[in-house]
Structures are given as structure tokens and as C-alpha cells.
């Protein structure tokens, strides 16, 4: 019988994903199943962008050029403008998604064998896009007693070897809500200049950003303009993680050279999404007023649920719309699958990614989960009361 790949067998399942039989499973069963363990808001798409494809008038749908379409990459400069990131429509190429973005982005720059540096926990799918460019993360931990803090320089400096060549950001930080500050990137920029590396900066979440703290773009460094390389994605900016459009930036000529060959390989973007997703740039302020307020009403709620519960801590976001919390377990793995499979509370039951799967370090984030806060707070209220019980119950309790 002929074998799969190496890298078939290496390719990790998504620790997101992996449990949805068993939500199926619960919903057959009649159970109400809140999910909290995907980034899928539950936040209307803008009527501009619904309004581009149900108003439609093209008579063949055709391919695209490589890099997207021009019109479309001219609106999202001026958008870039607009939030004080100066970049020109020809410094873009758009692509099927941010996953697609990361993945050309390190085709483009990394040999099979390279390194990269994250700090973990980090958003799961980073292992799946190194596995299929044969990059090697290196994991640089940080910590929940400290909120998920950017680790010090000295510590990612201990891991850099002749075979370093990037390190990725994703800030605000997916999975743990994580906003690194302009001090911080200041910081690493010091480590990106000595060691001449890539940072790419994965800022998908820049929209959300809570208390009156600002989001900082990396493209705003100083110095390093030629290392860094921008990876977005329309997704959560306009609540419609269907249309797979994402986007990757950069000054450097030569890495954009490289990328257009590899975009050029996959021929095009899809052009619906981008249709859509220019229509989106038109988006009222208004919108972003509400889903803004809508966030922070709904993070303010869970985290303190979340914290008045015992044994259990949650970390303030100030970013994103998600957190990892610190819970009374003794597996994260178990716990969600056992919160599905043989537990319900008033017919109802929680979803939650175990946090183990975003840390590249095994044996990390055991008792730790992801939850995503992108539910209506009615909903978000039903799950954490169910979640309290759940806990209550659980065999693995560890407290």
C-alpha cells in the first residue's frame, strides 16, 4: 500500500477543530453547544460587503491579476494610510486568507531547516504552515502570572543559532488576547537589527484594541523596514472569516519578487472574497463603534465570571477576543472532551480549545484553556454558568 509523507504524518491536527465530533455528537444528543473555542464572531458582516455580492452584475467570473485585484489594492493602501501605516498599493499581495499570507511569506524567505522564533502559546496553525514549508519553530515561552508579557530580549537572543532567520509576532496576540506595546517592539527591533532576521508581524486583530491602549504596527519600526513583513486577513475586521482574503506586506523588493512567483503559482485570490472585501473598505464608522463597545461588554463580562470562579484565572485581555484561562484541571484535553461527551447542565454545554495546542513545548498549557469571547452576552452568561458547573463536577478536579 503506498505511504503518505513525512510531512502528511508530521502535520498536526488543528487542537481547534479536532474536537467537533464530539460537539456533534452533544448536539445530536439535543444539547446546546456554546462555542467558545473558535474566533468565529457571531458580529453581523457589514451590509456593504453582503450588499457586493448580492448586487453582483459580472457575467463571467474571471481570474484575477496575481496580487489581487489593482482597484481593491489601491483601497487598502489608503486604508493603511488611514491608520498611519505607509505602504503602497504595489508593496501588497492579496492573498487566500492571512493562512495563505504566513505560508508564501515563509516560502518566499526560509529555507527547509531554518528557524523561526514564537512566542508561545501562539496561534495553532503556525506548527501546520512550518510543517508545510519545512520551517522549524523554536518556542520562546511566555507566561500567564504575567499576563502573557512579551520574554525578555535576553532570553530570545539565548535561542538564536546560525540557523535563526525570523521571528513571528501576532499581535494583538491570538490565543491570549495579548497587546505588545510599542516599548516592546522597540525591543525586539534592537534583536531583529543585530541579527538581520525577518519579524513577521501577523496583526489580523489591530482593530481591537481595549482600554485605551493603541495598536503599533511593526511597519512603523524604524530602521528594519527591509525585515519586516506584514500578514493580515479581512476575517475578524469585518466579521467574515468566509471569504478567505488576507494580505501580505512588505517594503523589501526582493521578498515581494519571491512572493509574486509563488502567487502566481496558485494563480489567483478568490474573487468574490475580494469583491466583498473592498466593498468592506466603505464600512461606516459607526460599525466599528458598536462591535467595539459590543467586545468590551463582552469581555468585561467573561473575565469576570471567569475569575470569580474557583480556582480559576483569567487574564484581562487588551486585545484580540480571546483569552487563555488558568483552570482547576488536571488534563485541558480531557476536560474538553469529557465537558462534551458525558456532561451537560440544563441541556446545555461549552466548548473550549485546550491550550496545549498552542504551545510548541510539550507538556505546556495542561491546565489551561482558549476561550473566545465572540458570543451575545445572553449567550456568553449560559456559558459561564454552565462552564462554573462543569467544573464543579469534573473528576480531574485538581483543587
Known amino acids: 500500500m503506498p505511504q503518505i509523507s513525512d510531512k502528511g504524518k508530521l502535520m498536526p491536527s488543528s487542537p481547534i477543530r479536532k474536537l467537533v465530533p464530539y460537539a456533534e455528537e452533544a448536539k445530536k444528543k439535543g444539547h446546546k453547544v456554546y462555542h467558545l473555542n473558535i474566533g468565529q464572531p457571531d458580529i453581523p458582516t457589514p451590509e456593504v460587503a453582503l450588499n457586493a455580492i448580492r448586487n453582483l452584475d459580472e457575467k463571467v467570473i474571471e481570474y484575477s491579476h496575481s496580487a489581487g485585484n489593482e482597484s481593491y489594492r489601491k483601497g487598502l493602501a489608503k486604508y493603511y494610510q488611514s491608520v498611519g501605516i505607509t505602504v503602497d498599493h504595489n508593496e501588497m499581495i492579496i492573498t487566500t486568507g492571512g493562512s495563505e499570507a504566513i505560508t508564501i511569506a515563509f516560502l518566499s524567505t526560509l529555507n527547509p531547516g531554518d528557524e523561526v522564533i514564537i512566542p508561545e502559546p501562539f496561534y495553532a496553525n503556525y506548527n501546520g504552515f512550518a510543517v508545510s514549508t519545512g520551517v522549524v519553530v523554536k518556542p520562546i515561552t511566555s507566561y500567564i502570572k504575567n499576563d502573557f508579557a512579551l520574554p ?79 500578514l493580515d486577513s479581512v476575517s475578524k475586521r469585518y466579521s467574515m472569516c468566509g471569504v478567505r482574503v488576507g494580505a501580505l506586506i512588505s517594503k523589501n523588493k526582493e521578498v515581494m519578487a519571491a512572493a509574486m512567483k509563488f502567487a502566481q503559482a496558485r494563480l489567483c485570490p478568490p474573487s468574490f472574497g475580494q469583491w466583498a472585501s473592498e466593498a468592506a473598505l466603505n464600512t461606516p464608522k459607526e460599525y466599528f463603534t458598536e462591535v467595539y463597545n459590543e467586545y468590551i461588554e463582552r469581555r468585561n463580562f467573561m473575565v469576570e465570571a471567569l475569575n470569580k470562579m474557583e480556582g480559576v484565572y483569567c487574564p484581562k485581555p487588551k486585545g484580540a477576543f480571546y483569552t487563555v484561562v488558568k483552570l482547576p484541571i488536571d488534563d485541558a484535553d480531557k476536560f474538553a472532551q469529557w465537558i462534551l461527551t458525558d456532561f451537560e447542565y440544563k441541556k446545555q454545554t461549552v466548548m473550549v480549545a485546550p491550550a496545549t495546542g498552542f504551545y510548541s513545548t510539550p507538556g505546556l498549557g495542561k491546565n489551561e484553556v482558549r476561550i473566545a469571547y465572540v458570543l451575545k452576552k445572553e449567550d456568553l452568561a449560559n456559558a459561564m454558568e454552565t462552564l462554573e458547573v462543569a467544573l464543579k463536577t469534573y473528576p480531574g478536579r485538581t483543587i
Not at 532567520?165 to 543585530?194: A, F, H, M, R, W
Open 152 to 230: 525578555a530580549i535576553e532570553e530570545f537572543e539565548k535561542l538564536i543559532t546560525p540557523k535563526t532567520k525570523g521571528i513571528v509576532i501576532c499581535n494583538p496576540n491570538n490565543p491570549t488576547g495579548y497587546l505588545y506595546s510599542k516599548d516592546e517592539l522597540e525591543q525586539l527591533k534592537t534583536l531583529i537589527k543585530k541579527y538581520d532576521l525577518y519579524l513577521f508581524s501577523d496583526e489580523v486583530y489591530r482593530e481591537f484594541c481595549y482600554d485605551g491602549n493603541e495598536h503599533f504596527s511593526a511597519m512603523n519600526l524604524k530602521g528594519i523596514e527591509n525585515n519586516v513583513i506584514l
